[in-house]
């Protein structure tokens, strides 16, 4: 069983919002553990890092989505949002969620899709 579950994603219009969750399925995936991130992968292109809130709620956002995407954490749920307003048809790509607590490997999401049409 995947230890990270997303749900959300979709198509949207340019200017919709959509809000992407991932959800820890295992109880000793303790959140203050983790460093959480957000990433993505657009047609032809390499991953790359879209957000991150780390243990002591710090974030930070790639420079093309700051200012229209939000990372937040629901410690008690232990469930990592992506609140994505103000899309554009550049947003479109596989979006992934990463746990990661820099022991052994990090844990990914299973991915899901965010479509935006112009």
């Known amino acids: 069983q995947a230890r990270l579950v997303q749900s959300g994603g979709g198509s949207v219009q340019a200017g919709g919002s959509l809000r992407l969750s991932c959800s820890a399925s295992?109880?000793?995936?303790?959140?203050?553990?983790?460093?959480k991130s957000w990433y993505r992968q657009q047609p032809g292109k390499d991953r790359e890092f879209v957000s991150e809130?780390?243990?002591?709620?710090?974030?930070t956002y790639a420079d093309s989505v700051r200012g229209r995407f939000t990372i937040s954490h629901d410690n008690i749920k232990n469930i990592l949002y992506l609140q994505m307003n103000n899309l554009m048809p550049e947003d479109t790509g596989m979006y992934y969620c990463?746990?990661?607590?820099?022991?052994?490997?990090?844990?990914w999401g299973q991915g899901t899709q965010v479509t935006v049409s112009s």
């Open positions: 990463l746990y990661d607590s820099y022991v052994g490997s990090p844990d």
């Open positions: 295992e109880e000793s995936m303790k959140s203050y553990e983790y460093d």
């Open positions: 809130i780390t243990t002591d709620g710090t974030t």
